[in-house]
Each structure stands twice: as C-alpha cells, then as structure tokens.
T-cell receptor, first 112, second 114 residues
Framework: GQSLEQPSEVTAVEGAIVQINCTYQTSGFYGLSWYQQHDGGAPTFLSYNALDGLEETGRFSSFLSRSDSYGYLLLQELQMKDSASYFCAVRDRTGGSYIPTFGRGTSLIVHP | DAGVIQSPRHEVTEMGQEVTLRCKPI?????LFWYRQTMMRGLELLIYFNNNVPIDDSGMPEDRFSAKMPNASFSTLKIQPSEPRDSAVYFC????????????FGPGTRLTVL
C-alpha cells in the first residue's frame, strides 16, 4: 500500500515563493508527479520526478529525494491565478502494475 | 487535439436508478483511468485500463460499480443501483505509453444522487 502526506493549506502573497511538501510511503516507488486543480476544474499535470534532484519548468520547480521519500513543488513569482489545489501523486508498483495514488491536496491561497 | 471527453457533464438522478458515465480518451493513449473525487475522500482511483484490459479495479467500491472499455476510444463507468453516497465528481484520465506518468484528465461528470 501507499500513503502521501501534504499540508492541507498554504497561504502566500503575490510575488512570493512558496514550497509545498509531500512525503510518501510506498511498497515500490516509481516516480512522483504534481497536479494543479482550480475550483470546479480538472487536475492538470505540472511535473514529474523519477530521479533525485530538481526539475524546473518556468515558474514551477519540483524536487525529489528518493532516500528521504520526500518531494516538493516550488512556485516562484506567485500570481493570483496560482490559487488552486496542488496534488502530489505516486505510481506504486502493485502486483506487477504501477498504480497511481494521489495525496489529499494542498489548497494554495495567494493574497494580493 | 480535443483532449479527454466525458459525458454527461452533470447528472442528477434518483436513488436506485442506473447511471452510465462515458469517456473518450485522447487518441493514441493506451492507458485509461477512472477516478472519483469527494471532499471527504479526495481523489480516488476506481479502475485502470491498459490497452483496453482492466489492470486494477481494487478501488471500485462494490459490485454496484462496473467499468468497461470495449475499444481504445471508449469507456463506460456504470453504477447500478445508484445511492446518495455515490454523489461525487467522476473523472476519466488517459496517458500514453511514452509518457505514462502524465495523465490528461477530462472535465469530469458531477453526479448527484437524490
């Protein structure tokens, strides 16, 4: 089985930098993904880490440490439109297949 | 590309009725996922198909739920009979063989069972 822990809510101001952490417990780790979901919308893919280190995509970066079972999403130059829920997800090897599991999500509130 | 298509977008039904949700994955994608999202339980994987074959259905709540994928471009999730606790947003997502960890989600079906 697997479980993921992430903070339920994070607040920040426009222009700031915010980090959303995710710790996981899995029986066979494959990779860590991040998704964004605006209210009333569908989750959209942001990033994926299979190896240790930092992956950068514009204002968003994602980090993974496999030895610590830990990752984070870093959002820079925050904008009001970044207010959304952010989910970390792992693909865990179960019975020969890789099954995706999502965390409960972190609600990011960006203030002007 | 049209993205993942789901229908209907909204469904209101009465307890005991049969509900069928439909999904058309992105053309060329070989994996399809059905999720349910509620405030209480978050985003839960219900079932996962690979090349039209069900790989894992351990998330299907009970026998009232069934899913099929008769071909690479169509899948259904059926609830019979429906109950008020089935009220949720149901998402379908697909991914390709090349980029398995990038899931593309449909807009979802908001189901309300009265």
């Amino acid at each position: 089985g697997q479980s993921l822990e992430q903070p339920s809510e994070v607040t920040a101001v426009e222009g700031a930098i915010v980090q959303i952490n995710c710790t996981y417990q899995t029986s066979g780790f494959y990779g860590l993904s991040w998704y964004q979901q605006h209210d009333g919308g569908a989750p959209t893919f942001l990033s994926y880490n299979a190896l240790d280190g930092l992956e950068e995509t514009g204002r968003f970066s994602s980090f993974l440490s496999r030895s610590d079972s830990y990752g984070y999403l870093l959002l820079q130059e925050l904008q009001m439109k970044d207010s959304a829920s952010y989910f970390c997800a792992v693909r865990d090897r179960t019975g020969g297949s890789y099954i995706p599991t999502f965390g409960r999500g972190t609600s990011l509130i960006v203030h002007p | 590309d049209a993205g993942v298509i789901q229908s209907p977008r909204h469904e209101v039904t009465e307890m005991g009725q049969e509900v069928t949700l439909r999904c058309k994955p992105i053309s060329g994608h070989n994996s399809l996922f059905w999720y349910r999202q509620t405030m209480m339980r978050g985003l839960e994987l219900l079932i996962y198909f690979n090349n039209n074959v069900p790989i894992d259905d351990s998330g299907m709540p009970e026998d009232r739920f069934s899913a099929k994928m008769p071909n690479a471009s169509f899948s259904t999730l059926k609830i019979q009979p429906s109950e008020p606790r089935d009220s949720a947003v149901y998402f379908c997502a697909s991914s390709s063989r090349v980029s398995t960890d990038t899931q593309y989600f449909g807009p979802g079906t908001r189901l309300t069972v009265l």
